[in-house]
């Protein structure tokens, strides 16, 4: 799910997995990415090890841990650890059962790598809510 803040992007994978009755698993950024070398590649790792059962794998800010590798001007050391975390996204999105839906969202498409947003079978713009659909959710709340 792809498009500007504020526009639903987590409200909708929190409708699906009610919809589906699957449990929702939702990973914020912050809450994985770590400053010491090859840690933030050990935590993604642990979240997908930790999926037994069917669930919506849910993980906001994705671009965070899915940004494009190769040379973008940064830091050596900030380089070679992006590149790990894509890597290690990639081998877990591969092994990734196919009872986990994995969602990601974000406001930032284009930096995504293309491998990373392969992975992906289909992609959703999240776009503003126009002022009819805003007064259709208002009254449905």
Same mark, same amino acid.
């Given at each position: 799910?792809?498009?500007?803040?504020? +526009?639903?992007?987590?409200?909708?994978?929190?409708? /699906?997995?009610?919809?589906?009755?699957?449990? /929702?698993?939702?990973?914020?950024? !912050?809450?994985?990415?770590?400053? @010491?070398?090859?840690?933030?590649?050990?935590?993604?790792?642990?979240?997908?090890?930790?999926?037994?059962?069917?669930?919506?794998?849910?993980?906001?800010? *994705?671009?965070?841990?899915?940004?494009?590798?190769?040379?973008?001007? &940064? !830091?050596?050391?900030? $380089?070679?650890?992006? $590149?790990?975390?894509? +890597?290690?996204? /990639?081998?877990?999105?591969? @092994?990734?059962?196919?009872? *986990?839906?994995?969602?990601?969202?974000? +406001? %930032?498409? $284009?930096?995504? !790598?293309?491998?990373?947003?392969? %992975?992906? !079978?289909? &992609?959703?713009? *999240?776009?503003?809510?126009?002022? &009819?659909?805003?007064?259709?959710?208002? %009254? &449905?709340?």
């Amino acid at each position: 799910l792809y498009g500007p803040s504020g +526009n639903g992007k987590t409200t909708m994978a929190r409708y /699906l997995a009610r919809r589906m009755g699957l449990p /929702l698993i939702e990973v914020k950024a !912050d809450s994985i990415i770590d400053s @010491r070398m090859g840690s933030t590649g050990r935590n993604i790792n642990l979240i997908f090890e930790n999926l037994k059962e069917p669930c919506i794998l849910f993980w906001d800010e *994705v671009d965070s841990i899915g940004r494009r590798r190769g040379g973008l001007g &940064q !830091d050596k050391g900030v $380089e070679v650890e992006n $590149e790990r975390m894509v +890597n290690s996204m /990639l081998l877990n999105l591969d @092994r990734l059962d196919t009872n *986990v839906i994995f969602v990601g969202a974000t +406001n %930032r498409r $284009e930096v995504l !790598d293309s491998a990373f947003v392969r %992975r992906f !079978d289909a &992609q959703f713009e *999240v776009s503003p809510p126009g002022l &009819q659909e805003k007064q259709v959710f208002a %009254r &449905q709340l």
